[in-house]
């Protein structure tokens, strides 16, 4: 299973340590970016019957039995996705919501699954497999309800509760079972008092989603979109029998419930497929309104190699695959890039060189161009593979009207080669018109890093800047049109602000001393600007030279807040946890914490930090933060043995 065992972390945590400095491979170089945009030729094709789908893969099952006769190798790494035409989003993303955004998002206007949203007057959380709401209603932080976030007849046993997303009075939970197979939707009803009612559960059949950077579900407007790649057998009795299908679950439900949800019309390949020969997936985005009584789904699939890395723009969704042939002379990474517009036209294909590191490597910029930082030797974002990427690197921009059918590639002029950092946790960030990168210590022990190198790349013509850092990088960071970049020396942790000029540099430097950073996931940040120059961010932080990879199961010690004033940071304070008052949840499922669980929430004027089942609110005097009140939203549990 992907997350239950403790050895499994700590046999990643070592891969990581060894895998040292990036190594030169396959990326070609480019002095420059081209200039000019290209007209679509054609799109990619979907099969026209289930007849010719069939047969195709029976060939790909014949092709798979040769490959093994010559080789036992095996190395895959994928991901495409198409939507369904009848699937029109165009131009949600950029409606205004609603509600104020508490979540550290990469597109405004595109939300992610997260463990905390606001609704109206509530805040609802997600945590170890329980729902909660909490009343922000005139000044007030008071528990309201809570509930488990699966249905009354599900064994949660095996099941991880994830990500959580909310559209008008739905609330929707996204998890994965490894008992029943398959992603699992659950949707509760909140009402105008802040009570959870449970609704309906729906399960999709495929294989696991998780990401240690990447969130599965995205929501424009109603429409719930989210990512799950299904492992394919072709030389099975029935293959369709592995294919994305849906049931809405009840006590007894069996497998004859589950409706196909993608037909052969709604499955693509490329017109030059990658080598086929190990690992093949139906790589699914599935579009599911939560303004419909009976969630009503559609999806499409692309064939392609097993891993992934994806990425949700507000117009399109992308889909990068990877596969490696082994067995051939010279081999190397050929890879393929799907684009999927959320417009419901059709999907495109291209052929590209290396793979991303994770969502953050993509930009599709408003300039009709989409600038992707790829290295020679990732395996996409799969479970950890974002933590072990390596390799050479380069910047991929091209014109968005290159898409075509499969058959073309870009063009070597379209990489420019960069310098690759020294160290093993990369991090990379499109932030306003840079593309920034560095290594640091990631989910490893804090690594001495007193002098660094930030590199700054302007995406659109390729100037390239170093930035001289005292400190790693493990997290970078928009604050307005500058950034900051959070790392540790291997004691103390830095904040370095770096404005984002013609010339990027290092502006201030803020060292909190003996701290290590406690939460890795993206939304564990928040930046709120009150003004163009100005604004407060919130980190969780944690004690000492400890291991990334313990905010799986210790809650941060506290949240730190730093005020921005013109690129140069004050400290504000802390509002820390109460860890002597914890007390034992009888949790029953997703009892690791995979998504976080520390998060700060500027919300309506008012400063909230979220630690573990502690809400503490501060209020600010003369420039620095006191605690006001503190809720322990959870203290209602009830320990439950069964």
Not at 33 to 42: G, I, L, N
Not at 360 to 373: I, Q, R, W
Not at 464 to 481: K, Q
Request: charged fraction near 20%; glycine fraction near 10%; proline fraction near 5%.
């Amino acid at each position: 299973m992907k997350r239950i065992l403790a050895v499994v972390i700590s046999a990643a945590v070592t891969v990581l340590g060894l895998v040292g400095c990036a190594s030169e491979s396959v990326l070609s170089a480019a002095p420059h970016p081209p200039s000019a945009p290209a007209v679509t030729p054609k799109t990619m094709q979907a099969f026209h019957s289930e007849s010719e789908l069939t047969t195709f893969l029976r060939e790909l099952a014949a092709t798979q039995r040769r490959a093994t006769r010559m080789s036992t190798a095996l190395y895959s790494d994928a991901a495409p996705a198409n939507a369904p035409k009848s699937v029109g989003v165009a131009g949600l993303a950029r409606a205004e919501a609603k509600d104020e955004s508490i979540t550290n998002v990469q597109h405004a206007g595109v939300d992610e699954g997260g463990i905390v949203k606001v609704h109206g007057n509530y805040l609802v959380v997600l945590r170890r497999g329980r729902l909660f709401t909490v009343s922000i209603e005139d000044g007030d932080l008071r528990p309201v309800s809570s509930a488990d976030a699966f249905g009354p007849e599900i064994d949660p046993r095996s099941t991880w509760y994830d990500e959580l997303l909310i559209s008008k009075d739905t609330v929707a939970v996204i998890g994965y079972s490894y008992e029943r197979g398959g992603t699992e939707v659950g949707l509760f009803h909140l009402d105008d008092t802040g009570k959870l009612t449970y609704r309906s559960t729906y399960q999709l059949r495929s294989n696991d989603y998780y990401s240690s950077r990447n969130y599965a579900s995205r929501l424009i407007g109603s429409k719930l979109i989210f990512y799950a790649p299904q492992y394919l057998n072709p030389a099975a009795d029935d293959p369709f029998q592995a294919f994305p299908a849906v049931r809405k679950w009840h006590k007894g439900a069996g497998p004859g419930e589950f409706r196909r949800i993608v037909a052969a019309a709604q499955v693509y390949k490329p017109e030059d497929m990658l080598n086929p020969s190990y690992g093949t997936a139906l790589h699914t985005v599935t579009v599911c309104d939560l303004a419909s009584a009976d969630f009503d789904c559609k999806a499409t699939s692309v064939i392609g190699p097993w891993g992934r890395v994806f990425y949700v723009s507000p117009h399109a969704v992308y889909i990068w695959v990877t596969s490696w042939n082994y067995w051939e002379k010279g081999a190397a990474a050929k890879s393929m890039l799907y684009r999927m517009p959320l417009d419901g036209s059709a999907p495109g294909a291209l052929k590209v060189s290396g793979s991303p590191v994770d969502q953050f490597s993509f930009l599709e910029s408003d300039d009709g161009y989409l600038n992707v930082m790829v290295r020679s030797e990732s395996a996409g974002d799969g479970m950890w593979g974002a933590e072990t990427a390596r390799g050479s690197i380069a910047l991929m921009r091209m014109p968005l009207g290159s898409f075509s059918d499969g058959s073309a590639a870009v063009p070597t002029s379209s990489y420019m080669r960069l310098p690759a950092p020294r160290g093993y946790a990369f991090e990379n960030r499109f932030v306003g018109k840079y593309l920034l990168y560095g290594a640091g210590s990631g989910w490893g022990y804090p690594q001495k890093k007193e002098h660094s190198q930030l590199y700054a790349v302007r995406w659109a013509n390729g100037d390239l800047n170093v930035v001289a850092m005292e400190h790693g990088t493990d997290r970078i960071e928009a604050m307005g049109s500058d950034a900051v970049v959070v790392g540790t020396d291997g004691r103390d942790l830095h904040f370095t602000a770096v404005r984002l000029g013609d010339v990027p540099e290092a502006v201030d430097d803020y060292v909190e001393k003996g701290a290590s950073q406690g939460e890795l996931r993206s939304h564990g940040f928040f930046y709120k600007a009150d003004a163009q120059d100005s604004g407060m961010l919130g980190l969780p932080i944690s004690v000492p030279l400890r291991a990334g990879y313990r905010h799986l199961f210790e809650t941060s010690a506290a949240i730190m807040f730093l005020k921005n004033d013109a690129l140069h940071f004050e400290e504000m304070g802390e509002l820390g946890a109460e860890p002597k008052a914890a007390k034992d949840d009888g949790c029953r499922a997703s009892c690791v914490d995979w998504y976080g669980n520390s998060q700060p929430l500027f919300l309506r004027g008012r400063i909230i930090a979220l630690l573990g089942y502690e809400m503490v609110e501060g209020a600010l005097e003369k420039g620095r933060i006191y605690e006001t009140r503190r809720v322990n939203y959870g203290s209602s549990l009830t320990v439950s043995r069964r």
